[in-house]
């Protein structure tokens, strides 16, 4: 057996198609999707990222309202421009560039955010909203990861999903969405620490295991069921042996893995290029909702 490729890539590019056309249908209505995002410092990895998100609004024809604080920013100040941001009527998303400087609270700002502009769905209302089954904003991880077990043909109705992860950007919010009793969910999920005692009792008898714990090919080959869907959201830099280059792999032990599973996602290509793709097509979601449009 070798395991079907799970390409974040071709998803992605997919759904961006399908939000250029939504965009267009929006704009023929007189609505000009815009997302505005929020940046402190000058953080190497986070400016990158804020330029890429800012560089899919281009693409896909959302308008982007970006804005740049010094790194001196204080609270009150943070806190002013997201009120500005959240008055706005011709905002429908708002995200803050994480991580924030150490002088600065993310729970207080990620608060501050009206929870039907928070479209990276941080703030505690949309979380809340998500496990009630509520219409709701989720962080893109998990978003992505649901998107990607569906297009692929892996729905997970009635599957043993097992994830490896409980923070708030993956395992939970993911959980709370794969449990509602709805399409695209209706799963019996199990989450889990990665220093779980016998973690492999419980990652063998997934159907569909999620890993995400940033530790380097962490799952191996006798970890997991024959012909299982494995999703790798862990992203690791190691030495190549042979070149001596250091090179991105996942949590997952990849080369072994692929010829147990039924389907996997590599790293890089998997999860990571829907990321940002997620956070486009749920400002779109915001758009239409304030305009009182089919989503």
Not at 18 to 40: N, Q, S, Y
Request: glycine share 8%; charged share 25%; with cysteine.
């Amino acid at each position: 057996m070798v395991a079907t490729i799970l390409d974040g890539k071709k998803i992605s590019a997919a759904i961006r198609e399908e939000l250029k056309r939504k965009v267009d249908h929006l704009k023929e209505a007189g609505i000009a999707p815009c997302l505005a995002g929020i940046l402190i410092g000058e953080n190497p990895g986070s400016t990158t990222y804020f330029k890429l998100k800012a560089k899919a609004c281009e693409d896909i024809g959302i308008r982007e309202s970006m804005h740049r604080l010094p790194d001196s920013a204080t609270e009150d100040e943070l806190l002013e421009t997201i009120g500005t941001l959240n008055k706005d009527t011709k905002v429908h998303g708002i995200f803050i560039q994480l991580p924030l400087p150490k002088h600065l609270s993310e729970n207080t700002a990620l608060a501050a955010i009206l929870p039907e502009k928070d479209v990276d769905g941080m703030n505690a209302v949309n979380v809340g909203k998500a496990w009630l089954g509520q219409a709701a904003y989720v962080p893109g991880a998990a978003s992505a990861i649901q998107e990607m077990l569906v297009r692929s043909g892996h729905d997970p109705e009635n599957k043993d999903v097992v994830i490896v992860n409980i923070d708030n950007l993956v395992g939970k919010p993911l959980a709370s969405i794969l449990i509602q009793d709805k399409e695209k969910a209706r799963a019996n999920v199990t989450l889990c620490s990665p220093t779980t005692p016998d973690l492999v009792a419980y990652t063998r008898r997934a159907d569909i295991l999620v890993v995400s714990v940033n530790k380097p090919r962490f799952i191996t080959a006798d970890m997991i069921k024959s012909g299982a869907v494995v999703i790798d959201f862990g992203t690791n830099l190691v030495t190549d042996t042979v070149t001596q280059k250091r090179k991105a792999v996942g949590d997952v032990d990849f080369e072994a893995i692929k010829d147990k599973a039924g389907a996997i996602s590599p790293v890089p290509g998997g999860v990571g290029p829907m990321l940002i793709t997620m956070l486009m097509l749920n400002t779109v979601m915001a758009a239409s909702k304030a305009a009182r449009l089919p989503v």
